[in-house]
């Protein structure tokens, strides 16, 4: 990541260079550039993190591969569970219309959800919005699992940060899992982040971001997505 801090009505041009450590020569790959709001900003008294943390991208790049890298491909997690989508389940996504009424649409076949579930407790966007519980602060108490759900199928990279960083081997010694996301479906994988060498402050923030895969010539745009971004309490130590 490279902070940038720009004022109202200004303009700035950055020159980034970088060397791909992935790619066969004569191939293309799509490179995506992330804006993130905020990065500075942790939660430790507000209930969410509001616009910080926000993401927004541009449409991907192609960018061809001259010349062989000399890398392997990372190791990627594959194993996760799944659980289909109840008939009750799905009515919770239901979508409501101006004058209040189930507008005949359902926001499971039309977006993708990634979360960060807080001792396994799955909640729909209506019982956030209901204020049921307040998932956006963990402690090393806490069970960590990757939520994700929603979509046409398509298949998605996922990783996790810590305070902008990668953690490494987060899924069973793995840096990535691959999950495919789709309206039927929801996927969990647990997280356990009792890790040596995950190196905490008092106050942390969590999420994971999710890369699809593009399965066409024509680089189908399909979003780059971002989880909420939740407070991770080490103050409070394990008896």
């Given at each position: 990541m490279h902070i940038f801090d720009v004022n109202e009505n200004e303009k700035k041009l950055q020159t980034i260079e970088f060397e791909p450590?992935?790619?066969?020569?004569?191939?293309?790959?799509?490179?995506?550039?992330?804006?993130?709001?905020?990065?500075?900003f942790i939660n430790i008294e507000k209930s969410n993190y509001e616009f910080s943390?926000?993401?927004?991208?541009?449409?991907?790049?192609?960018l061809g591969v001259t010349q062989e890298t000399g890398l392997s491909e990372p190791k990627?997690?594959?194993?996760?569970?799944?659980?289909?989508?109840?008939?009750?389940?799905?009515?919770k996504f239901n979508t409501v219309g101006s004058t209040g009424s189930f507008s005949g649409?359902?926001?499971l076949d039309s977006r993708?959800?990634?979360?960060?579930?807080?001792?396994?407790?799955?909640?729909?966007?209506?019982?956030?919005?209901?204020g049921k519980h307040d998932?956006?602060?963990?402690?090393?108490?806490?069970?960590?699992?990757?939520?994700m759900y929603g979509g046409e199928p398509c298949k998605y990279r996922v990783s996790m940060y810590i305070n902008?960083?990668?953690?490494?081997?987060?899924?069973?010694?793995?840096?990535y899992i691959d999950i495919t996301s789709s309206s039927d479906f929801i996927c969990t994988k647990k997280i356990d982040?009792?890790?040596?060498?995950?190196?905490?402050?008092?106050?942390?923030?969590?999420?994971f971001i999710a890369v699809p895969f593009y399965v066409n010539d024509n680089f189908e745009k399909r979003m780059v997505i971002k989880s909420s971004s939740v407070t991770l309490d080490n103050t409070k130590q394990k008896p």
């Open positions: 450590l992935v790619g066969e020569m004569g191939s293309e790959l799509s490179v995506e550039i992330i804006s993130m709001f905020q990065p500075e943390h926000k993401i927004s991208s541009i449409f991907p790049l192609k990627v997690c594959n194993d996760y569970t799944s659980e289909e989508v109840t008939e009750e389940m799905r009515q649409e359902n926001s993708v959800f990634i979360e960060t579930l807080k001792n396994d407790i799955f909640l729909t966007p209506a019982d956030l919005l209901a998932r956006t602060s963990f402690t090393m108490d806490d069970t960590v699992t990757l939520c902008h960083d990668l953690v490494s081997g987060a899924f069973d010694g793995a840096d982040l009792n890790m040596p060498e995950l190196s905490l402050e008092d106050y942390n923030h969590l999420y």
